[in-house]
């Protein structure tokens, strides 16, 4: 499975970027002859087909535009569906629109013409209270005559507290999206950068992407998601057990989350072992009705992955390979700490959020100068980790001076400290887990890659049959 999906990597773009306003380059578009399509936008107004009205030179790039805003309406153009703002809704809109457009315009200018079908749906802020202001968009396009159509789709999420200034948003992360499947569509760093420009990611978030196509034989989308991380365009993007690009808010909604941070360089069975126990720890604890809805998340934060220096793109492909060669979701963040992860998760799963620890990591957790750089130090990073119902689970670690198994009472802390560290265990914030595996206790992915060096096949043992499999294929860690 690795190695059929490292192939796709790519020299980094050090080209300078120019950055042009919404009109400009509308007004590119609009001057070139051989790009022309349709626009379908639903829930926030006409805000993309706007700036290629105002620029000029329109009647030479749209055929027409379209805006369903009745459900029934809605459903009689692009079929009946659960949710309007949704990734099937987009889909449907691109494939309507664009077979309409096609079938239309072909035989007239099919030879000449790139044609592009754009589309969005959106929940934005309205009269009525706040909300989760966020939407889909997404483009399907020819880069050039008579090719297969390649697509884009895009989930975001809106962040500004005015309709207005969202409205504002949408039309210039539209514009840029259609300017860059066409200008800047070689490079996976020049294509995210163009994403946003004009835009910050305190305006809005892109926190899933996917492409496919002829214009994207090159790039490998979860590339692209992991240079929205690497750019801070985004909190965090999600692969699911089938290594497929999914947005966090979806995929885990209502779950009870069992989270692991680590490197997973690689996955071992240490690892494998924490989130089992862990799962059966969290369920023991939520309600009969709720057990079902239990998740583990392999997370990764962004200076793991820096941590050697600079970002490696076939090692990171292969991290994602071996986890979903064992069926492990995988959430890439921006979260250096434990509480803004946690304030992160139980924000989208609206449920329990337990992360599976080991001694070590607690004691860095209850280290003050972790904290200093928040207004409320110690106390504001604890009632952010602790205030949502979540659990730190303890799995046992050898101790470097022998085979004793330490659990959370070794952790060594501060007069100031130890109280609270007593409150939490005592309220069963912080679990020991107690049944274990002590042949898997002290089995780190530093020591399974230094075996891999050393020509020592012993680390096979150290790592799940898949995982070993995947490394040897693809001649990993050498």
Known sequence: MAGSRLQKTEKTDMSPHKVLSPRQKALQINLDETIYGSFAEIGAGQEVARHFFQAGGAAGTIARTMSAYDMVMSDAMY????RYVSEERLISMLKTECSTLMQRLDMARGEKSRFFT?????TAKGYRGAGNYHGWTGIKFQQNPDEEPSQVVVHIKLLDNQNLFQQEAIGTFGVNLIHSCYFAYDSIEKFVRSLMDRLTNERIQIDAIKVNGPAFEHMDDRLLSLELVSKGFTDGIMFNAEGNVVQPTEELYKKNIVALRGSFR???????????????????????DERKQVMTLAEISMNRLIERGAIDS??????IDMLTSINQPVLISNFQHFHTLSHYLSGICRRRVAFMVRVHNLQDIFDEENYKDLDGGFLEAFGTMFGKNTKLYVYPEKADNGDRLL??????????????????KNNNFIQDIKDFNPNVANIWSRKVVEKIEAGDPSWETMVPVSVAEAVKSSDLFR
Do not use: C, H, I, W
């Open 314 to 319: 076939t090692d990171f492909l292969a991290r």
């Open 79 to 82: 079929g009946e569906t659960g």
């Open 266 to 288: 690689p996955p071992t069975l240490l690892n494998v072992e924490m989130l089992q126990k862990g799962a059966e720890q969290l369920r023991n604890n939520l309600p009969e």
């Open 407 to 424: 659990a959370s009472d070794s952790v060594s802390l501060s007069a100031r400290v130890k109280p609270l560290m007593e409150y939490f």
């Open 118 to 122: 754009y589309a969005n749906t959106v």
